[in-house]
C-alpha cells in the first residue's frame, strides 16, 4: 500500500479512477474504516491523496503527522478537480512534485505554498538527497534553509556541492551561516552551520560465519576511525551472496541505514585483487570477497584490505 486515494463522492470517484491508472493507487471511496487504515498504515504508506475538502483531510491525518522527514506526502483535490493542493511533506515527500503530475494529468492548478518553490529557489533539502550528501542534524538543515529563504549570506566550502544560490560567499567574516563539506570522522560542528557529508565510499566485508554485532560493529568503527572517514559518508556495503543471511552484516547496514550488495564467487573472481587466497578460496568459493566487492561496488581503491578481529575490510572511494 504505497499510494491511496481517499475520497466521498461520486464526482471524486471519478477523479480517483483517472489518478489511478497512471499512479498506481488504491481507492478507498467513503470506506468507514478509513480511520483505522490511516493510523494502521500511516508509517508505511507513500502518498496519501485527498479528494475532498481540506477540512476533512486535515481532521483526518492531524493526530498522526510526526515530522517531514517520515510523513507521507499529503494531497487535496478538490471534486471538481479544480485544484492540487500539496498539503504535506512537499519536498522530502515529494508532494510538490506529485501535485504538479496530477494537476497535469487532470487539468487542474497546483498549488504550492513551500516558501523555496515559490521564490523560485531550489530546494536544499532535495539537492542533497538527490546528489547523495547527508548532514550533521535536521536543525542545522532548517537553519540554513530559513537563511536561503530570507536571502542571507551563507559561507560556503565543499568541493562537490553546485547548489544553486546567489549569496554564497567564501569569506568566513562576512556570513553568519555556514555550509561546510566534511567527511572526517569525528565533525566538530559549530552554530549556525550545515555540515555536509558526500555518500562517496563503499566498504566491502568478509567474515566469519555467526560473528557477532557487537564485535562487528566494533571493528567497523575503528576502521572508520583509522581512516577518518565519517560513517554517513558511506554509500554502500557489499560481500559475498553466501554471507546474506549473516545477521551481524544485515544488522549493521539496517543500523546505518545504508544498501548492501551481494556478489557471487564467480562475480568477484573476475576482479583483479591485490593478493589472493587459497584458504579464502576453499572456504567461499571466492579468492577475495571485501577487496573484489569494493572494487565492484564502484570507485578507486584506498584501502585493499584490513583484517580486525577476522573481520576483513576494503574500501573505494568514488570521485
Keep these: 500500500m504505497n499510494k491511496i486515494i481517499i475520497t466521498y463522492t461520486e464526482a471524486g470517484l471519478a477523479i480517483a479512477k ?27 504508506i507513500e502518498t496519501i491523496i485527498f479528494i475532498s475538502a481540506t477540512g476533512i483531510a486535515v481532521r483526518k491525518i492531524a493526530h498522526l503527522i510526526k515530522d517531514k522527514y517520515t510523513d507521507p506526502a499529503v494531497l487535496v483535490i478538490d471534486d471538481k478537480a479544480k485544484h492540487v493542493i500539496s ?21 487542474a492548478e497546483p498549488v504550492i505554498t513551500t516558501a523555496s518553490d515559490n521564490r523560485g529557489l531550489e530546494a536544499l533539502d532535495i539537492y542533497l538527497r538527490d546528489n547523495d550528501f547527508v548532514y550533521n542534524s535536521r536543525e542545522a538543515l532548517t537553519i540554513i534553509m530559513g537563511a536561503i529563504v530570507n536571502n542571507k549570506k551563507i559561507y560556503l566550502k565543499a568541493d562537490e556541492f553546485n547548489f544553486k544560490y546567489d549569496k554564497f560567499t567564501n569569506d568566513r567574516s562576512e556570513a553568519d551561516y555556514a555550509i561546510i563539506q566534511d567527511e572526517s570522522y569525528d565533525g566538530n560542528y559549530e552554530k549556525n552551520t550545515l555540515y555536509i557529508i558526500k555518500k562517496k565510499y563503499n566498504m566491502g566485508i568478509g567474515l566469519r560465519r555467526g560473528t557477532d554485532f557487537a564485535v562487528l560493529e566494533k571493528a567497523f568503527q575503528e576502521i572508520l576511525k583509522e581512516m577518518d572517514i565519517n560513517s554517513k559518508a558511506i554509500k554502500r556495503f557489499g560481500s559475498i551472496d553466501i554471507k546474506k543471511d549473516e545477521e551481524a552484516l ?23 585483487v591485490s593478493e589472493k587466497s587459497d584458504f579464502v578460496k576453499k572456504i567461499t568459493g571466492a579468492y577475495s570477497v571485501s577487496e573484489a566487492a569494493a572494487k565492484l561496488l ?18 573505494t572511494e568514488e570521485i
Excluded: M, P, Q
Excluded at 18 to 44: G, H, P, R
Excluded at 250 to 272: G, M, P, Q, W
Design 18 to 44: 483517472t489518478i489511478e491508472a497512471s499512479f498506481d493507487a488504491e481507492i478507498f471511496y467513503k470506506d468507514k474504516n478509513i480511520d483505522k487504515v490511516l493510523e494502521k498504515e500511516w508509517s508505511s
Design 87 to 107: 498539503l504535506l511533506s512537499g519536498h522530502i515527500g515529494g508532494a510538490n512534485e506529485l501535485a504538479i503530475a496530477i494537476a497535469k494529468k487532470i487539468g
Design 250 to 272: 544485515l544488522e549493521l547496514c539496517k543500523k546505518y541505514d545504508r544498501e548492501l550488495i551481494f556478489y557471487t564467487a564467480d562475480e568477484l573472481n573476475e576482479v583483479d
Design 298 to 315: 564502484g570507485g578507486k581503491i584506498i584501502l585493499s584490505k584490513k583484517i580486525i578481529d577476522s573481520i576483513t575490510f576494503s574500501i
